[in-house]
């Protein structure tokens, strides 16, 4: 069973950074689309950002020009600047071998709490 790990969440100020790292357990597992989904309580669950093999990409509307997905090979990761403290939440990892937007595989998720 190919696992998701995620690392790189925690605690920050608004206006700094995080980067969030994400790395598919089996590296020879075929991958399409990787990306990362977020909650807040009382909230739905959203994609945040996706990337797919070959350069397709979603980005929700209010992290454009704020966050950057990028991926090598089986690891994805989410660069989060000018962080603001609407973007706290449980951030997860997910991959699919075929489906778009990437919802087959999930990672346990990682608390980003963005505070003063």
């Known amino acids: 069973q190919v696992q998701l790990m995620e690392s790189g969440g925690g605690l920050v100020q608004p206006g700094g950074s995080l980067r969030l790292s994400c790395a598919a357990s089996?590296?020879?597992?075929?991958?399409?689309?990787m990306g990362w989904y977020r909650q807040a309580p009382g909230k739905q669950r959203e994609l945040v950002a996706a990337?797919?093999?070959?350069?397709r990409t979603n980005y929700l509307n209010s992290v454009k020009g704020r966050f950057t997905i990028s991926r090598d090979k089986n690891t994805v990761y989410l660069q989060m600047d000018s962080l603001k403290p609407e973007d706290t939440a449980v951030y997860y990892c997910?991959?699919?071998?075929?489906?778009?937007?990437?919802?087959?595989?999930w990672g346990q998720g990682t608390q980003v709490t963005v505070s003063s």
């Open positions: 089996e590296s020879r597992y075929s991958i399409y689309g």
């Open positions: 997910v991959a699919d071998r075929a489906n778009w937007p990437p919802r087959e595989l």
């Open positions: 990337l797919a093999h070959g350069g």
